[in-house]
C-alpha cells in the first residue's frame, strides 16, 4: 500500500454506464482501477447500468465486492446498437438523480466516464452538490467516433446533443483523464486548459499470470484473434487474409468474439469454404485465454481515421503480450507493439500484405518469435500494471491546488 497521510484519504464515486465486474463479465477498467484505489486506503463506490449488452445483469441494487461497493442503477434491456441502447444511456442518468441513498455521503472526487454522455449532468449535479472535484474521463472521443466509424452526419440532432454534454464535462471539469496518449490534441482543439492525467488501459496484479494450457497443434502455424468483431477492429482484414491463404493446409486462424460481423464472416467461412477458421463465438476470458495460448502469433488491427490521432489504448494488445506472444500489429494510431519489440507491424487494412507477412513469420525461428513475446510481457508488467499507474494518479489528484 503507498504511504499516504490519513488527511489524504478519500472517498471516489466512479460514474461508469458500462463497467461490470468478473462475475458478472466486463468492462473491468473501473473496477481494476477502484480495488487500487481501496488498496491505498479509498473509500470507492461505483456506479453503472443494471443491463449492459456486454454483460449479465446483477440480482441486487447494491452489492460490496472486494472493498468496493457497486450500485446498479435500473435501466431497460437492449440487445445491442439502435434506440433501445439510446433510451437505456438515458434513463441510466434519469434514474440517477433518484439514487442518492445509495450514494456516497460526500464523495471528494468524482469520475464521470465516457462514452455513455447523459451521465454528465449527474456528475456536474453531484460535483455543486458535494462541493466535489470533478474528474472527467474521455476513453472514447465521442462524439467524434460515431461520426467516422458509423458514418452518422455531424448534424445529427443527436450528435450534435452529445457534443454538447462533452463540452460541458470539459468545462466543468477540475481534471481530465484518459487512456489516450495523446487526448491533449483533443483538449487544446476544444480550446480547453486543465489539467490532463494520462491513465493506460491496464491490468491488475493478479492477471499477470493468465493462461493455463498449452494446447499447441504440433505443425500448424496458428494466427490468434480475440475482442469484437467490428469494423474497428479490421477483423475483416485478418478473415480476407485467410481467404488468401487458404491453400496452405498447415496455416490456421483462431478468432474468438462476437459482434455485428458474426454473421457475415460465418457466411463468407460457407461461402469460400474455408476449412482454416476456427470461430469460437463468445467466450469468458479464461477460455479466450486459454484458446490463444495455443496460437503462434495473435492479430490487432483498426482500419485509419482520424480519431486515431489522440491515440489508441487496447487492452486486447495488453492482454496479448501478457500470454507472451508476438503480437502482428496492423493498425494505425498505436506504437505499443514497435516501442516493446513485441512483434511485426504492417501497413493497416491490407491483406494481401498481411498474408505475405505471416507465410514469412511462419518461417521464423521460434526462439525469435519467444523472444519477441517475452519483450512484450516485460514491457507490459512494468508499464500497465495497476497498482503501478493508479498511484501514479493519486499522486497528481491529491497535490495541492496552485492557487
Not at 7 to 22: E, M, Q, R, V, W
Not at 153 to 181: A, E
Request: hydrophobic share 40%.
Amino acid at each position: 500500500m503507498q504511504n499516504i497521510n490519513n488527511k489524504d484519504f478519500k472517498s471516489f464515486l466512479i460514474i461508469s454506464h458500462y463497467s461490470g465486474i468478473p462475475k458478472y463479465g466486463p468492462i473491468y477498467r473501473h473496477f481494476d482501477i477502484a480495488k487500487e484505489l481501496v488498496n491505498n486506503g479509498h473509500k470507492v463506490s461505483i456506479v453503472a447500468a443494471s443491463n449492459s449488452h456486454l454483460r449479465d445483469t446483477p440480482v441486487c441494487k447494491v452489492e460490496c465486492v472486494d472493498g468496493v461497493s457497486l450500485i446498479w442503477v435500473t435501466t431497460p434491456k437492449y440487445n445491442n446498437y439502435g434506440f433501445k441502447r439510446f433510451m437505456n444511456m438515458f434513463i441510466f442518468s434519469l434514474n440517477l438523480f433518484f439514487y442518492n441513498k445509495y450514494l456516497p455521503l460526500k464523495p471528494d472526487f468524482i469520475i464521470v466516464s465516457s462514452p455513455s454522455p447523459f451521465p454528465v449532468l449527474n456528475a456536474i449535479y453531484l460535483k455543486f452538490k458535494h462541493k466535489s472535484k470533478l474528474i472527467y474521463e474521455i476513453r472514447d472521443v465521442w462524439p467524434k467516433s460515431i461520426i467516422e466509424l458509423k458514418g452518422i452526419s455531424q448534424r445529427n440532432i443527436i450528435i450534435k446533443f452529445i457534443d454538447k454534454l462533452d463540452d460541458l464535462g470539459l468545462k466543468y471539469s477540475d481534471f481530465i483523464l484518459s487512456p489516450l496518449s495523446n487526448i491533449k490534441l483533443y483538449i487544446k482543439e476544444k480550446n480547453i486548459n486543465k489539467k490532463i492525467i494520462i491513465l493506460r488501459n491496464g491490468i491488475p496484479s493478479t492477471n499477470i499470470v493468465t493462461s493455463k494450457l498449452d494446447n499447441k497443434i504440433v505443425n500448424n502455424f496458428i494466427i490468434g484473434y480475440g475482442g469484437k468483431l467490428t469494423d474497428g477492429n479490421s477483423v475483416m482484414n485478418l478473415i480476407d487474409a485467410a481467404i488468401i491463404l487458404k491453400q496452405h493446409n498447415n496455416i490456421k486462424f483462431k478468432i474468438v468474439g462476437f459482434g455485428e460481423l458474426e454473421l457475415p464472416i460465418k457466411q463468407i467461412i460457407k461461402t469460400e469454404e474455408l476449412n482454416n477458421i476456427e470461430l469460437h463465438g463468445r467466450k469468458s476470458k479464461e477460455e479466450l485465454f486459454d484458446i490463444l495460448s495455443s496460437c503462434d502469433i495473435l492479430y490487432k488491427g483498426n482500419p485509419t481515421k482520424s480519431i486515431y490521432k489522440y491515440g489508441i489504448s487496447s487492452l486486447k494488445l495488453v492482454e496479448y503480450l501478457l500470454l507472451k506472444k508476438p503480437v502482428i500489429d496492423a493498425s494505425d494510431g498505436d506504437d505499443l507493439v514497435s516501442v516493446s519489440n513485441s512483434g511485426f507491424s504492417i501497413e493497416n487494412e491490407n491483406p494481401e500484405k498481411l498474408a505475405n507477412l505471416i507465410l514469412n513469420i511462419k518461417d521464423i525461428d521460434s526462439e525469435v518469435l519467444e523472444k519477441k513475446g517475452n519483450n512484450g510481457y516485460e514491457y507490459v508488467c512494468n508499464n500497465y500494471l495497476y497498482s503501478n499507474t493508479v498511484p501514479k494518479m493519486l499522486s497528481e489528484l491529491l497535490l495541492p491546488d496552485d492557487n
